[in-house]
């Protein structure tokens, strides 16, 4: 199993950022995705999620409306649209999956990790 996040970087705040997650070794379609994200010296915490069909979406409070996430399964790949950043969204973003049939949707626990991406907001 591969989760492969990518699409990090540094910009300002109010400028965009689109994340990708490319899986591997699973049925991806079978699982719903997601992503969370760790400041420094802070928790681990939940950001977005979508189901195994993709018909079903999921956003914390802080991100609503400036966040979109989305998939291809054709492709085995889930996407993170970030636009309007803040300073507040610094982190590492990690992208995750959990099976339909775990219960789980939307916020986890996920059963597979990618490695993280790193987000820079500066102000």
């Known amino acids: 199993v591969q989760l492969q996040a990518s699409g990090g970087g540094s910009v300002q705040a109010g400028g965009s950022l689109r994340l990708s997650c490319a899986a591997s070794?699973?049925?991806?379609?079978?699982?719903?995705m997601g992503w969370f994200r760790q400041a420094p010296g802070k928790e681990r915490e939940f950001v977005s999620s979508?189901?195994?069909?993709?018909?079903?979406?999921f956003y914390a409070d802080s991100v609503k409306g400036r966040l979109t996430i989305s998939r291809d399964n054709g492709k085995n790949t889930v996407f993170l649209q970030m636009n309007n950043l803040k300073p507040e969204d610094t982190a590492v973003y990690y992208c995750?999956?959990?099976?339909?049939?775990?219960?789980?949707?939307?916020?986890?626990?996920?059963?597979?990790w990618g490695q993280g991406t790193q987000v820079t907001v500066s102000s």
């Open positions: 070794g699973f049925t991806f379609s079978n699982y719903f």
């Open positions: 995750g999956g959990g099976p339909y049939y775990s219960g789980s949707y939307p916020r986890g626990p996920f059963d597979y």
């Open positions: 979508i189901s195994w069909t993709g018909d079903s979406t």
